[in-house]
């Protein structure tokens, strides 16, 4: 365990990040098994609602931080080629 004031508010800063990237992260998990759900299951309009729910997440979570905006940019892309390959 750190001695030093500011170590010890390092390790608590730390902590609460982590936790709040965590759950964001989790979000955009859930967001994007939500879009592959809808597309095992051919319903083309859940699949594009689901879509646009899991990109405004997405951007949410990479103008926290959370995620590269090239790496949100990549995960858009394949969700949206996979959504349009069902028409």
């Known amino acids: 365990m750190a001695n ?16 709040r990237n965590k759950a964001i992260k989790s979000e ?10 809808a597309i095992d299951s ?9 879509l646009k729910d899991a990109v405004s997440t997405m951007d949410k979570a990479t103008s926290k931080g959370v995620y590269h905006k090239n790496t949100t940019s990549r995960k858009i892309s394949r969700l949206q080629k996979a959504v349009n390959a069902m028409a």
């Open 28 to 37: 955009v998990k859930t967001m994007v098994k939500k879009v592959y759900a």
């Open 42 to 50: 051919n319903d083309q309009d859940a699949a594009k609602a689901a």
């Open 4 to 19: 030093i004031k500011s170590a010890k508010k390092r390790i608590l800063v730390t902590e609460t990040r982590t936790a």
